[in-house]
């Protein structure tokens, strides 16, 4: 019989339902004697459960040259074991009304299925079968290759946007494997093979490198019960550890780029920042930079760039930024501006440095980073309603090394921003020397020689 | 009068205890207003979605895109407040609003705290009845929405879509995509604007879903207030289209590595009676999961796609059976072939019983899945008001699925399919194909 350490998350898990509004209650964790994490959230106003497996383990872990392989794995994992093999699980998880889905970042690789929630155990037991008994063909993995081809093709090729933020977030990382897109690049990813397949999984895929999240109608001594007969059975990886990935050096100068592509219709300048995620026991500076981009805006004529670029300038036909805090070893910051026609992509970049120097002279209006805050408190309230994006907040920051503690500590550290921090981590973090700017454009229009 | 109907969301699943039920009450306001709502106090807010009758499709002939301009500025200055007074008030607020066109609906949902709500009907309230169209922020809207268009002519899966409606429909509104061409956007003026608002939001064509921390004894008054100053009708439906042209294939050429394509043809009403067997059969056919004819065919056993869909699109008076697929240049003609395969194998009567089952159990146990969220919910009950379902439809449905037998199954296929009827359009340089 194993042990297991049961930890009860937060002081708030005591109070009633009702009084949830802004907490994280009904969540609870727990660890196997073999590694396994897990976490329960409870949630009984519908009898559905979500059942996610996360992998702490990504694209920013893949061997040289095989870009692609962790989300080629991702796809090869539906084939199946020899318990089920050829796609039986999927065909179990659709007759029992559930749905699934899988998803690959530079640090983790999750699975996750939605079912009823008397059918937690069946989804356990073969989630579990597959951790270590996959199975894959020679045939399946070539399908498989014309399938992830085909995906890259659809959502990189096809989008000069999308061209355009791979090759901005190439520039940015001197050393860093993120910046290796997770795709991966065409030509190695028409390399990949079985064998790559199969040894990136031995390597990597164990219970002791793993993460359970079961969000919904469940109780954690059911969750925990189901998962020592299933994921308790489960062999350790003794070579399991976490991957040492090549670190940035210093940032010494400023990365410009220019990608042209016949099918841009407006051009747009973009600047990523090398900038700090959210660290284990220290979330200040990620909570003062996320409450900088809300600030900065995402188009809205109140946002500071909105307001100043687009309302008051007439400069821009949007501009925003976007911080996503969470990651294990470093986040961008990331900052757009459209301009409107008949400006060019150097005027709406000067005026954009214009406006960020006025935020980091003046600081920002005290009201408006009061009612940021408040929009902030409140999207917490409407995010409860979701259990998936819950589970899913607890996989990314558990995956990316964030404990329970830090998880609960988030919303005290984003409310306790004061203006002073804002501009504190302007000055210090959005660095031109630290960035990569790009101008994405149509190549200038040629002029035809007159021969007709 | 207030009806109450107790509504339990039953999986088909033996033995399954169910805890959940959805009890939705049908409100009827003072004002004559009727909405559908399921009081859930669990959290601090209320969800509210609106549905407007008419959508792109009642703009006039020289005019498309007025309406969906016209929804694109209900948040850029309302009543007393100019663009940056309205938004500012809604962050203060927190409330969440979201306004958008579509061919046959205008589409807008809310989502307010508790603690605020008078304040945020309010400010949602001057959104739908009194906007004010400044001429600073028509001008700065319109620049966006034609910024847009610029990107969908550029846009491979915009330009499929965009041909294969004006093939299907013509003429008719349908036939032009909700946000217009940029010619006449571009000549959109305030009174234009403000025609198309008042002839797109009425009390008399919207459709009321509500879910969240309100009862109905609050919600009655909320909604006279929010939505009596609108008038008591709109603009009349344009009728339905003429009947599509016969099947095909186009071929638009793009540079780019992989082609697109945008296919279908015409489907039935969701008030047929035949309408939950089509449902059924586009499962079978192109519906979600990896389970699905056509992703087996194309992605699972060639890989020739990432992902290749069918469904139904029930627009108004004029049903689709639509799908789309996305593939290499070299690859496509043998992606349009294996579809039409399919389609002919099962509109002649190929379905097994074991794909029926399949079927069933997938939608029977999937259906309560989607009702996580009490912005979901309250988009449920205003599209099954719109669509003309009766309040116990959530009750009946998975009977009406599960009721589904394979003689059905074979006889709808072949009335509502028809291989030589789909027409595709294909947006890329595929190898190999040529129009018809």
């Known amino acids: ?452 | 009068m207030i009806a109450r109907l107790v509504i339990a969301l039953g999986l088909l699943l033996a033995a399954l205890p169910v805890r959940a039920a959805l009890d939705i009450e049908e409100v009827t306001t003072p004002g004559g207003l009727t909405a559908w709502l399921v009081e859930d106090r669990s959290l601090p807010f209320v969800a509210i979605d609106l549905r407007f009758s008419g959508g792109s499709a009642i703009d006039p002939p020289d005019r498309p895109g007025a309406v969906n301009l016209m929804t694109a500025l209900l948040e850029e200055g309302a009543g007393t407040r100019d663009a940056s007074g309205f938004q500012a008030e809604a962050e203060a607020l927190a409330a969440r609003f979201q306004f958008r066109t579509r061919r046959d609906t205008v589409a807008i949902s809310a989502r307010m705290l508790t603690e605020n709500r008078a304040e945020s009907v309010a400010l949602l309230r001057d959104a739908l009845t009194v906007p004010r169209f400044d001429a600073d922020a028509v001008e700065r809207v319109r620049a966006q929405v034609l910024a847009g268009l610029a990107q969908d002519a550029q846009d491979p899966e915009a330009q499929a879509s965009d041909a294969f409606f004006a093939a299907m429909f013509g003429d008719h509104p349908y036939g032009h995509p909700p946000e217009g061409n940029a010619t006449a956007v571009a000549a959109l003026t305030a009174d234009d604007l403000r025609a198309a608002h008042a002839a797109a939001l009425s009390r008399g064509n919207v459709h009321i879903g509500v879910a969240g921390d309100i009862g109905a004894e609050e919600l009655a008054p909320l909604l006279d207030a929010l939505l009596g100053g609108l008038p008591a009708t709109g603009a009349p439906l344009p009728g339905p289209p003429p009947a599509p042209p016969p099947g095909g294939l186009a071929v638009m050429p793009f540079d780019t590595p992989q082609s697109v394509a945008v296919f279908g043809q015409a489907a039935i009403a969701e008030d047929d009676p035949d309408f939950i067997a089509t449902f059924v059969i586009n499962q079978i056919v192109g519906g979600s999961g990896f389970e699905s004819r056509l992703m087996s065919e194309l992605r699972e056993k060639r890989g020739l796609t990432y992902g290749v869909y069918s469904w139904l699109a029930p627009l108004d008076g004029a049903p689709l059976w639509m799908g789309q697929v996305a593939s290499s240049n070299a690859t496509m003609a043998q992606a349009v072939d294996l579809i039409r395969e399919q389609w002919a194998d099962v509109a002649g009567g190929g379905v097994s019983q074991a794909e029926l089952d399949a079927a069933k159990t997938y939608l029977t146990g999937a259906y309560p899945l989607r009702f996580d969220g009490k912005d979901r919910i309250a988009s449920i009950l205003s599209g099954m008001q719109q669509s003309g379902r009766p309040i116990d439809y959530v009750l009946d449905r998975n009977a009406m699925v599960a009721a589904v037998t394979l003689d059905d199954i074979r006889r709808v296929a072949g009335r509502v399919m028809d291989a030589e009827a789909l027409r595709f359009v294909v947006v890329g340089q595929p190898a190999d194909m040529v129009g018809q």
């Open chain 1, 1 to 452: 019989m194993s042990r297991l350490a049961l930890t009860l998350l937060l002081a708030a898990l005591a109070l009633p339902r009702a009084a949830l509004a802004l907490g994280d209650d009904g969540v609870t964790t727990l660890t196997l004697d073999n590694g396994l994490d897990v976490v329960v959230i409870e949630d009984h106003t519908a009898p559905a459960v979500t059942h996610m497996v996360w992998y702490r383990v990504g694209a920013a872990d893949e061997p040289p040259g095989q870009s692609g392989i962790a989300h080629f794995l991702e796809h090869l994992m539906f084939k199946g074991t020899e318990a089920m093999p050829d796609g039986a699980f999927s065909r179990l998880i659709a007759a029992n009304g559930g749905t699934e889905n899988a998803f690959t970042s530079w640090d983790y690789t999750a699975y996750f299925q939605t079912v009823a929630a008397d059918r937690l155990g069946l989804m356990m037991t073969h989630e579990a079968d597959r951790m270590a008994n996959l199975r894959l063909s020679p045939e399946d993995v070539e399908t498989e290759r014309g399938v992830i081809l085909e995906e890259r093709a659809q959502r990189t090729d096809s989008d000069p946007g999308a061209l355009f933020a791979e090759q901005l977030r190439a520039a940015l990382f001197l050393n860093h494997p993120y910046g290796v897109p997770i795709i991966g690049w065409r030509h190695e990813m028409a390399e990949l093979d079985r064998a790559a397949a199969l040894d990136f999984y031995r390597r990597h895929y164990a219970p002791n490198n793993a993460i359970l999240v079961v969000a919904g109608d469940v109780t954690p001594e059911t969750v925990r019960a189901l998962a020592e007969e299933t994921y308790g059975q489960m062999p350790v990886a003794p070579d399991v550890a976490p991957q040492l990935r090549p670190a940035e050096p210093p940032h010494r100068a400023e990365r410009r780029i220019v990608f042209e592509d016949a099918r841009v219709a407006r051009p747009y300048v973009a600047r990523s920042y090398l900038v700090p995620a959210r660290a284990p026991g220290d979330q200040g500076d990620a909570a003062a930079l996320l409450v900088l981009a809300e600030l900065l805006g995402r188009g809205g004529v109140t946002d500071r760039l909105g307001a100043a670029l687009q309302l008051r300038d007439g400069i821009a036909l949007y501009a925003g930024a976007r911080y996503n805090p969470t990651a294990r070893d470093a986040a961008t910051f990331d900052i757009f501006v459209m301009p409107n026609e008949g400006v060019t992509l150097a005027e709406a970049e000067a005026a954009l440095d214009r406006e960020l120097a006025a935020l980091v002279e003046a600081g920002p209006d005290p009201a408006r980073l009061s009612r940021i805050k408040a929009r902030l408190r409140a999207d917490r309230v409407y995010d409860l309603d979701r259990i998936q994006s819950r589970a899913r907040q607890f996989g990314v920051a558990l995956s990316t090394g964030l404990s329970p503690a830090d998880i609960a500590a988030w919303p005290a550290a984003i409310d306790a921003v004061t203006a002073e921090d804002v501009v504190d981590a302007a000055q210090r973090f959005l660095d031109r020397d630290a960035a990569v700017t790009g101008y994405l454009r149509a190549p200038a229009p040629q002029i035809a020689e007159a021969t007709q």
